[in-house]
C-alpha cells in the first residue's frame, strides 16, 4: 500500500503534510508514492515557517514507532530532515538509531543483566520517553570524539524542537553521558566511582544512558568482551543506588 499527495499543492497549502507522511507510513508500514515523494523533495524548504510545536508532535510520534530508521533515512535524502534540523547538516548514515531500535525490540540480546528493568514503558499522549531515546541517536556523532556541544544541544531543543525541561535534560544526559561511558572503555579507563557518579548523574535515564553507550559501542565496532563488563557495573551501581 502507498501514501499518495490528492496533488502537489497539499504541501505549500500544509507543509506539515509532507511529515505526516513519513509518519503514517512508519505506522502503518506504507510506501510513498514517487510522485509525492518528489512533491515533499519540492517543497521541504517550507517546512522551517512551521510551528515548532507541532513539528515537534509529528517528530516525536515517528520516532515511536518501532523502525522509524528507515522513513529518518529518506526523509534526510528528500531534504525534509535538514530543513527542520538544519543543526544536524548531513549526518547518516544513522547506524546508531539502528543500533537502538534493535536493542528496544529485544533488550534481553544485550546479554546486560537487568537492563530490561531500567528501560520505562509508560506512554503519554501515542508517544513515549524513548521518542527522546531515538532522538538523541540521530543527534549523536558516531565518529570519534563523537562531540556535541551543550550550545548545540539546547539549539536543538529549544530552537528547533521546543523540548519540555524533562525532555531537554534527558536529551543532553543521552548525548553526553554515553560517550563519556564509551570514551573510558575505549581507553580501558572505566572505574568504579566514575559509574557511580553517572548512574547519579542520569538517575531515572540512566537505563536509556546504557542503551545508547551500547548502540554507540557496536556501531564503532567495539568488542562485547570489552564493554560488556562496565555496562553490567553500571546496572548493578543504578541498581544499589536505587534500593
Given at each position: 500500500?502507498k501514501?499518495?499527495?490528492?496533488?502537489?499543492?497539499?504541501?505549500?497549502?500544509d507543509?506539515?503534510?509532507?511529515?505526516r507522511?513519513?509518519?503514517?507510513?512508519?505506522?502503518?508500514?506504507?510506501?510513498?508514492?514517487?510522485?509525492?515523494?518528489?512533491?515533499?523533495?519540492r517543497?521541504?524548504?517550507?517546512?522551517?515557517?512551521?510551528?515548532?510545536?507541532?513539528?515537534?508532535d509529528?517528530?516525536?510520534?515517528?520516532?515511536?514507532?518501532?523502525?522509524?530508521a528507515?522513513?529518518?533515512r529518506?526523509?534526510?535524502?528528500?531534504?525534509?530532515?535538514?530543513a527542520?534540523?538544519?543543526?544536524?547538516?548531513?549526518?547518516?548514515?544513522?547506524?546508531?538509531?539502528?543500533h537502538?531500535?534493535?536493542?528496544?525490540?529485544?533488550?534481553?540480546t544485550?546479554?546486560?543483566?537487568?537492563?530490561?528493568?531500567?528501560?520505562?514503558?509508560?506512554r503519554?499522549?501515542?508517544?513515549?520517553?524513548?521518542?527522546?531515546?531515538?532522538?538523541?541517536?540521530?543527534?549523536?556523532?558516531?565518529?570519534p570524539?563523537h562531540?556535541r556541544?551543550e550550545?548545540?544541544?539546547t539549539?536543538?531543543?529549544?530552537?528547533?524542537?521546543?523540548?519540555?525541561n524533562?525532555e531537554?535534560?534527558?536529551?543532553?544526559?543521552?548525548?553526553?553521558m554515553?560517550?563519556r561511558?564509551?570514551?573510558?572503555?575505549?581507553?580501558?579507563?572505566?572505574?568504579?566511582?566514575?559509574?557511580?557518579?553517572?548512574?547519579?548523574?542520569?538517575?531515572?535515564?540512566?537505563?536509556?544512558?546504557?542503551?545508547?553507550?551500547?548502540?554507540?559501542?557496536q556501531?564503532?565496532?567495539?568488542?562485547?568482551?570489552?564493554?560488556?563488563?562496565?555496562?553490567?557495573?553500571?546496572?548493578?551501581?543504578?541498581?544499589?543506588?536505587r534500593?
Open positions: 500500500k501514501i499518495t499527495a490528492v496533488s502537489e499543492q497539499a504541501f505549500p497549502d507543509p506539515l503534510r509532507m511529515l507522511a513519513y509518519r503514517f507510513a512508519a505506522q502503518l508500514d506504507f510506501l510513498i508514492e514517487r510522485n509525492t515523494r518528489v512533491g515533499i523533495t517543497w521541504a524548504h517550507r517546512l522551517p515557517d512551521m510551528s515548532k510545536e507541532r513539528v515537534q509529528e517528530i516525536a510520534v515517528l520516532l515511536t514507532q518501532n523502525r522509524a528507515p522513513w529518518i529518506e526523509m534526510s535524502r528528500s531534504g525534509v530532515l535538514s527542520v534540523l538544519p543543526e544536524l547538516g548531513q549526518q547518516r548514515p544513522f547506524f546508531t538509531l539502528e537502538v531500535e534493535r536493542i528496544l525490540e529485544a533488550p534481553a544485550t546479554q546486560i543483566s537487568g537492563l530490561g528493568g531500567l528501560v520505562p514503558t509508560q503519554k499522549n501515542n508517544r513515549d520517553w524513548t521518542w527522546v531515546l531515538r532522538l538523541a541517536a540521530l543527534l549523536i556523532d558516531p565518529r570524539p562531540h556541544s550550545e548545540w544541544i539549539t536543538i531543543a529549544t530552537v528547533w524542537l521546543r523540548l519540555s524533562r531537554q535534560r534527558m536529551l543532553l544526559s543521552f548525548l553526553q554515553p560517550v561511558i564509551k570514551t573510558m572503555i575505549a581507553e580501558s579507563n572505566v572505574t568504579d566511582d566514575a559509574l557511580y557518579r553517572i548512574s547519579r548523574h542520569s538517575g531515572e535515564d540512566t537505563g536509556g544512558v546504557i542503551l545508547l553507550t551500547l548502540a554507540l559501542c556501531t564503532n565496532n567495539i568488542d562485547v568482551p570489552t564493554y560488556l563488563p562496565p555496562l553490567d557495573r553500571l546496572v548493578g551501581f543504578d541498581e544499589r543506588r534500593a
